[in-house]
């Protein structure tokens, strides 16, 4: 276990964090900030027209539908749970740079999005893809695709989901006392039958239940604050004072809260990870940059929104300053200002956040197996894999699986990230193209193959 914290440490430290800053700084100059200045066009898209295509066409899903998927996998335990240890780890000053890295991360965000649509190939049952497919059509390296999504089922499908079933399972358990072991086989079958319906159905409950918690979360922040609405300055005061202060700058606490702001940061919205871009490819849109810009968004509301509602309530409480970690710090948060009542609003929170991100990992593991080998015996045995990771996160120690989840979700950006960097000029074009249409009064940009004549493998865009 020491040798893997080693290795996680200076993949993180030396070239992670580094490439991670470098490629969100490059991109949000190359694109002129587009994920400030086309905020309005992200709102348009995600509720417009594309929203409205129904779920039951042959020829793909929405932006909405394929935006909830990807949101599903991004807010998890990680918005209750991740900001809770980044806090407890590197101090409230660690808040300010998951903020820094969301802001500067969607543009890495918009620009994989948009590749992952440009790339996207047509199946029998609608369009899919991913990095893997854009590393193989274009940058024609299939061994590159081929380890990324080996890097991705491990992590998301197989070492995430146990990380999240034993969230579930232990919240059951501490609030009710329910069976460990039953709950988790009961969950199991649950995931299974919903996985196992593919994609459009992945799509539907997801869809639907990505609003409703999200919403539920950010209300009941919202109620806290307006009950503590005199100590909002000291929050924001400490915050900024705990990522610029001279005591945590001589304490080398900064450097902690850097650390622990963009790795969880990440963990929680996974711009530039290479996982959203799975479910980007699946939409029917008109013009690639419309599910990139989509995307984007997703990353603000991620961790601008519902991370910020976990960290107000943290330093609000002062249970920061104790022993707690994870999720149960974000309980004794809650319970020190709404009282005990709070654990069962926390144990539903957590059970839809981390189920909705089972269902999403799940499918990002089915695309890229899909990718690797078409042998139709793969997955029934993905599945079976599935069903036994969730029974073990009721019963198994979790430090092997976030060993492995830190040092796979690296490797996976460090790969993603030379991808994208190398194919970024096509979507520097494709954000041109569209606003060139929209300048022109051309309210739903068209793509058309030939206006990219220069970009290989694509076709789907005929």
């Not at 695309?367 to 042998?375: E, K, V």
Request: proline share 2%; aromatic share 12%; glycine share 10%.
């Amino acid at each position: 276990m020491e040798i893997l914290n080693n290795i996680n440490d200076f993949l993180w430290t030396y070239i992670i964090i580094g490439l991670l800053v470098g490629c969100a700084l490059y991109f949000t100059i190359r694109t002129r900030g587009v994920q400030f200045r086309m905020i309005g066009e992200m709102l348009r898209i995600m509720m417009g027209r594309d929203r409205k295509e129904t779920a039951d066409k042959s020829d793909g899903l929405g932006s909405f539908q394929a935006f909830a998927i990807s949101l599903g996998s991004r807010v998890g335990t990680g918005n209750l749970a991740g900001v809770a240890s980044a806090i407890f780890v590197g101090g409230p000053g660690a808040v300010f740079w998951m903020w820094v890295m969301a802001l500067l991360g969607s543009a890495t965000a918009f620009v994989e999005s948009t590749l992952a649509q440009l790339y996207k190939r047509k199946g029998p049952n609608g369009f899919y893809g991913g990095p893997a497919y854009y590393m193989e059509s274009g940058l024609g390296k299939r061994w590159m695709g081929i380890l990324f999504s080996v890097l991705m089922v491990i992590t998301f499908s197989l070492a995430n989901n146990i990380l999240q079933s034993n969230t579930i399972i232990d919240s059951l358990y501490s609030s009710f006392g329910w069976n460990k072991l039953l709950s988790a086989v009961v969950l199991a079958v649950l995931v299974l039958v919903i996985i196992i319906g593919g994609v459009k159905r992945i799509s539907q409950v997801v869809s639907y239940m990505v609003p409703f918690m999200a919403f539920g979360y950010i209300i009941l922040a919202l109620v806290i604050c307006g009950m503590y609405i005199g100590r909002m300055p000291e929050v924001f005061s400490t915050i900024f004072d705990g990522a610029f202060g001279l005591r945590q700058i001589g304490g080398g606490m900064m450097g902690a809260a850097i650390m622990q702001g963009v790795r969880r940061g990440l963990f929680s919205n996974e711009a530039g990870e290479g996982s959203a871009p799975n479910a980007a490819a699946i939409a029917n849109t008109s013009h690639p940059v419309k599910q990139g810009l989509v995307q984007a968004l997703g990353v603000f509301i991620d961790t601008l929104i519902i991370c910020s509602c976990t960290a107000v309530i943290i330093i609000l409480s002062g249970e920061y300053k104790g022993d707690a970690d994870g999720i149960v710090l974000t309980l004794n948060a809650l319970e020190s200002l709404v009282g005990p009542a709070a654990k069962y609003f926390v144990t539903a929170a957590i059970l839809l956040f981390a189920f909705s991100t089972m269902l999403a990992n799940c499918y990002y593991g089915e695309t890229n197996i899909r990718f690797i080998t078409s042998r139709k015996w793969m997955m029934p045995l993905f599945w079976a894999c599935i069903a036994l990771c969730v029974t073990y996160g009721a019963i198994g120690s979790l430090s092997t699986a976030w060993a492995i989840i830190d040092i796979c979700m690296g490797l996976l950006t460090l790969c993603n990230l030379v991808a994208i960097a190398l194919l970024s000029r096509h979507v520097f074009r494709l954000l041109e193209d569209y606003r060139k249409q929209k300048d022109s009064g051309i309210k739903e940009p068209q793509f058309r193959r030939d206006s990219l004549p220069d970009a290989n493998g694509v076709d789907c865009w005929e």
